[in-house]
C-alpha cells in the first residue's frame, strides 16, 4: 500500500488530488473506523490511520475523516486548547486551506475568514503570496501552513504576510524542517522533480529549511516563538492522536 500512496501521490497533480479526496474520503473513513487511534478535529476513532509521504512515506499519519495529518492534528489541539480562535471576532487569513479545517472555520460566527492559493481549488482568492491584493495590516490571524517551501523567494512572501498582519495579530507559520540542520538548504539548479523529492522531500519543494527558519522569521520583523506544544501533552495523547512528538510551532506575532 505505500507504494501504491507513493505512486499516486506523485503521479496526480495536486488540485485533481484534492478534488478526488472528496469522493474517496467516506468510503476509507468507513472501512477503517474502529477505536485505537483519533482524530481530535472530528472525534472520530479509527482502527488505524493511512500512510503517507512523497518520498519517506510514513506509517500510520492521515486520519482517513479529515485527511488530516500529525501536523494539522496538533495545530487543532494548539488552537482549540490554547486560543481564543474559536471566540473571539478576528480576520482570518488561510493560505491553502487543508480540508481538514476548511468548512469547520468557514461555519465559525466570530471570523471573517479568507482563504487563499494560487492553485487549490477550494481557495476563494487566487493570489500570489509574494503579491498580495490586500491592505497592510488587514488580518489579525494568518494561517499559513507547509506553503513556503514551495515559493522561491521565501524573503518576499514572508515579507507580505508581515504586512497584511495586523499589529498585535497572530501568524501560524508551520513548515517541514530538519532539526539536525543548522541551515537552510537550497539550490535553484535543481529543477528535476525526481530529485527535487531526493534532495528536498518532495517534488514541488525548493529547499530544507533548518534550524536558521525561526531566525529568519524575526529579520522580516515577526515576533517569533518556537512552542514545542506536546511538551504540554501526555504519552497516552501523542499516540491516541498520533502526533509529531517534539514538532515546534513557529508562532509569529506583529
Keep these: 500500500m505505500n507504494k501504491l500512496f507513493k505512486f499516486f501521490l506523485n503521479l496526480i497533480p495536486r488540485p485533481l488530488l484534492i478534488r478526488l ?5 467516506p468510503i476509507v473513513a468507513f472501512f477503517l473506523r474502529g477505536d485505537r487511534y483519533t482524530d481530535p478535529i472530528d472525534g472520530n476513532s479509527y482502527r488505524k490511520f493511512l500512510p503517507y509521504g512523497y ?3 510514513r506509517e500510520n499519519v492521515l486520519a482517513p475523516g479529515t485527511l488530516s495529518l500529525e501536523r494539522h492534528r496538533l495545530f487543532w489541539l494548539y488552537l482549540t486548547r490554547e486560543t481564543s480562535f474559536f ?3 478576528l480576520k482570518v487569513l488561510h493560505f491553502a486551506p487543508e480540508q481538514a479545517f476548511l468548512k469547520r472555520f468557514r461555519r465559525l460566527k466570530n471570523i471573517n475568514y479568507t482563504t487563499t492559493d494560487l492553485n487549490s481549488p477550494i481557495a476563494d482568492v487566487k493570489a500570489d503570496i509574494c503579491n498580495l491584493p490586500f491592505d497592510d495590516n488587514a488580518f489579525d490571524f494568518i494561517i499559513c501552513n507547509h506553503v513556503l517551501e514551495h515559493i522561491p523567494d521565501d524573503t518576499k512572501a514572508m515579507q507580505e504576510l508581515y504586512r497584511v498582519l495586523a499589529p498585535g495579530g497572530t501568524a501560524i507559520l ?3 524542517y530538519d532539526r539536525n540542520r543548522a541551515t537552510t538548504f537550497e539550490d535553484d539548479s535543481i529543477t528535476d522533480p525526481k530529485e527535487r523529492a531526493a534532495i ?3 517534488y514541488d519543494h525548493v529547499r530544507v529549511y533548518g534550524m536558521d527558519y525561526f531566525e529568519k522569521l524575526a529579520s522580516i520583523g515577526f515576533k517569533v516563538e518556537a512552542l514545542n506544544y506536546t511538551q504540554q501533552l501526555t504519552e497516552a495523547e501523542i499516540e491516541t492522536f498520533r502526533l509529531p512528538k517534539n514538532e515546534l ?3 509569529a506575532h506583529k
Design 21 to 25: 479526496s472528496y469522493a474517496v474520503r
Design 55 to 57: 518520498e519517506r512515506v
Design 87 to 89: 471566540t473571539e471576532n
Design 174 to 176: 508551520q513548515v517541514p
Design 200 to 202: 528536498f522531500g518532495q
Design 249 to 251: 510551532i513557529p508562532i
